[in-house]
Every structure is written in structure tokens, then in C-alpha cells.
């Protein structure tokens, strides 16, 4: 299965803290993903990083790639009670697939 | 506003009965996806058209079809609903079929069975 395992299931943290979530896979990518998910609805594509990329920022958003332990993180500094969402990773391969999804990473922060 | 437009927002109806979901995708991409959405089941992958073709297939039941039309809107038809058929139903476009820019999500439909 091409899909990502999200790691904790679930997070919460104080507002101005920083939220780690991981992201595990197994098949060899092309890049992968990470999207938000706010409750209810569709959910907003946030970073790409590319398998010869092993850093990647996009203003409060941090993500690392290992591809030798088939590991992605997602740090965000700074959280803001906004920030409460789910989160997923989707790791992005060749060939004919889709991107699937796993359970995510749920995110609370509270104010 | 993502670009992506899905109609309807809300649906309701009885078991037994048939539905169809639309999907207009971001300007300019050729490729539409389908996702499942239940809270039991997480984000499950139904269907991808690109350029009106079917390019890859998940875990979508035979009752459930769609298809992509000239104009590049996707419709996706389930027909003898059925009470676990009751989630939110997604679709997401993209410029490559590969998806290898990203997805774009629509905002959803939430489809009740009763």
C-alpha cells in the first residue's frame, strides 16, 4: 500500500507551543504531501517535498523527509488555536496510483 | 474557495434510492479524484478520470459509477443506497495525472441515508 501512517493519533498543545507529527510509508515516492483537514471539511494541500529534498519551510510549517527510513515529519512552530485540524500525509509515487490517506493526526490547540 | 465546486452541499434520502454527486475541478486540471469519507473508515480513494478517461480505480462497490465528461466535470452515481453509505464524499482535481503538484479539494458532499 502506497498510503501513509500518521503518528500520534492525536495531539494537543498550548497555544505558542510547536506540534511534531510523523509520517511513515513503505513503497518507494516521488514526493510526498502533507494536507489539513478542518472539521468537515475538504482538506487543503499545505507542503510538497520532493524525494531528493530532505528539508522543506513554508512559513510556519517544517518538513523533513528520510528517505532512507521511509519517514516524514510535519513541524509547526508557533501554534495558533487555528492551527486545530486534522492532519495527513500522502506519499506520492509513479506509475497509475492516486494518492490514499491514512487516519491522520489530530490536532488540538488550545487557546 | 478552492475552485473545485461540488453540488450538492447536503443530501438526504432513503435507502434503496440513487444519487448524484457533481464535481466541476479547478480550471485548467485535467484530472478528478473521488474520496470517501466516513468516520469509520477514514479517507478511502474511489476513482481518478483524467481527460475523461479512467485512469485508476480504489476501493469503489459496484453500485457506485462515475464518469468525466467533455467539459471535464466528474459525476460520481450510487444507487441502492444504503444506511453505510452515509459519509462525506470528496472531490479533489489536478493539473497531471500523476498528482505530483498536489491535489485540490472540493468541499464536499455530505450524503445522509435514512
Known amino acids: 500500500s502506497q498510503q501513509g501512517e500518521e503518528d500520534p493519533q492525536a495531539l494537543s498543545i498550548q497555544e505558542g507551543e510547536n506540534a511534531t507529527m510523523n509520517c511513515s510509508y513503505k513503497?518507494?515516492?516521488?514526493?510526498l504531501q502533507w494536507y489539513r483537514q478542518n472539521s468537515g471539511r475538504g482538506l487543503v494541500h499545505l507542503i510538497l517535498?520532493?524525494?531528493?529534498?530532505r528539508e522543506k519551510h513554508s512559513g510556519r510549517l517544517r518538513v523533513t523527509l528520510d528517505t532512507s527510513k521511509k519517514s516524514s515529519s510535519l513541524l509547526i512552530t508557533a501554534s495558533r488555536a487555528a492551527d486545530t485540524a486534522s492532519y495527513f500525509c500522502a506519499p506520492g509515487g509513479t506509475g497509475r496510483r492516486a494518492l490514499t490517506f491514512g487516519s491522520g493526526t489530530r490536532l488540538q490547540v488550545q487557546p | 474557495d478552492s475552485g473545485v465546486t461540488q453540488t450538492p452541499k447536503h443530501l438526504i434520502t432513503a435507502t434503496g434510492q440513487r444519487v448524484t454527486l457533481r464535481c466541476s475541478p479547478r480550471?485548467?486540471?485535467?484530472?478528478v479524484y473521488w474520496y470517501q469519507q466516513s468516520l469509520d473508515q477514514g479517507l478511502q480513494f474511489l476513482i481518478q478520470y483524467y481527460n475523461g478517461e479512467e485512469r485508476a480505480k480504489g476501493n469503489i462497490l459496484e453500485r457506485f459509477s462515475a464518469q468525466q465528461f467533455p467539459d471535464l466535470h466528474s459525476e460520481l452515481n450510487l444507487s441502492s443506497l444504503e444506511l453505510g453509505d452515509s459519509a462525506l464524499y470528496f472531490c479533489?482535481?489536478?493539473?497531471?495525472?500523476?498528482?505530483?503538484?498536489?491535489?485540490?479539494f472540493g468541499s464536499g458532499t455530505r450524503l445522509t441515508v435514512v
Open positions: 513503497t518507494s515516492i516521488n514526493n
Open positions: 479533489a482535481s489536478s493539473v497531471q495525472p500523476t498528482g505530483n503538484y498536489g491535489y485540490t
Open positions: 517535498i520532493r524525494s531528493n529534498e
Open positions: 480550471s485548467g486540471d485535467l484530472s
